[in-house]
Nanobody, 124 residues
Framework: VQLQASGGGSVQAGGFLRFSCAASGSTFSVNRMGWYRQAPGKESELVADITSDGSTTYADSVKGRATISRDNAKNTAYLEMNSLTSEDTAVYYC???????????????????RGQGTQVTVSS
């Protein structure tokens, strides 16, 4: 599974960012798609994720400021974040969980794939 992620960069406090993550490669069924982030000196944390049926999870720190969505036909997820603060500065990683398939049969084991990460810097 290959992940093509875009988005991130430098933005002023109060600004807006949009991320995308597209999964491609061998035959698979994508369950959860989302983003984790890791700030310097801190542990990695889930920002938001979304299941194939549209159920979403958000970190408390981004609730009300972030919206995650996905296009199942394109195996692509999108994350929009607004009202950014310096607390949002981190490396953001696209993260997907898939089941590999052969023909019409998909395995029961989920595999996790994570993108290379993109730096987000919010300046005041």
């Amino acid at each position: 599974v290959q992940l093509q992620a875009s988005g991130g960069g430098s933005v002023q406090a109060g600004g807006f960012l949009r991320f995308s993550c597209a999964a491609s490669g061998s035959t698979f069924s994508v369950n959860r798609m989302g983003w984790y982030r890791q700030a310097p000196g801190k542990e990695s944390e889930l920002v938001a994720d979304i299941t194939s049926d549209g159920s979403t999870t958000y970190a408390d720190s981004v609730k009300g400021r972030a919206t995650i969505s996905r296009d199942n036909a394109k195996n692509t997820a999108y994350l929009e974040m607004n009202s950014l603060t310096s607390e949002d500065t981190a490396v953001y990683y696209c993260n997907v969980r898939v089941k590999h398939c052969s023909g019409n049969y998909c395995g029961t084991i989920e595999y996790t794939y994570r993108g290379q990460g993109t730096q987000v810097t919010v300046s005041s």
